[in-house]
């Protein structure tokens, strides 16, 4: 695997900033990059000005050329921090060590007075995780009352799923629903365009 040279970064980043961190990055280093790996839908609803529109998936798929265009400042966000960290670890994987997370993700930036750009959507991706494991617990236990005990199968199907996510940092119910329709935006980038967005910037 091919490995990115980052032999040129300025200093050591941390892994992790807050968002007085980021804000205080934005006003003195114009080699600031930041990397927003949500879906369309949330990055529609709200996303950090400025920033660009990778989406994990797509990250994942194509670490190395992204990485090739990433500088040495880079401020990887998401939603609560879960998803940018996975995709720190993609692009560690490949060399590029100088990549920090947003602890809080945009949220927690723009409840701290940082620029953001507002738009509408769905419900971010975590909180339909919620609502989805929620309901189909909920069934499960009710169906098993009402309709069939094997249905309780179901409610200990799902805390099973959620054990395995918390334990392996990682969300095969979040990935399936980012694929759904609401989550999709008609100006999502290809890998193609947002690579040649990151071009432009440098």
Known sequence: MT?????????????????????AWEDNHDDLMVIDVRSGAEFEAMHIKGSYHVPLSMLSEHTEEFAAKMGTRVVLVCQSG??????????????????????????????????????????????????????????????????????????????AGLTFSAATDSCAMGQMLSKMPWNRSANEPTAHQALQNLDARA
């Open 82 to 159: 879960n998803r940018a960290e996975q995709a720190r670890k993609h692009l560690d994987a490949v060399g590029l060590a100088s990549a920090s997370v947003l602890t809080g993700g945009v949220p927690a930036y723009a409840a701290a007075g940082g620029n953001v750009v507002r738009g509408s959507g769905p419900w971010a991706l975590e909180r339909q995780v919620r609502m989805a494991a929620g309901s189909l617990v909920l069934a499960g236990v009710l169906g098993s009352r009402f309709v069939s005990p094997k249905l309780g199968l179901l409610a200990g199907g799902i805390g």
């Open 3 to 23: 490995s990115v040279n980052t032999t040129n970064a300025v200093e050591s980043l941390p892994q992790s900033i807050d968002a007085a961190t980021l804000k």
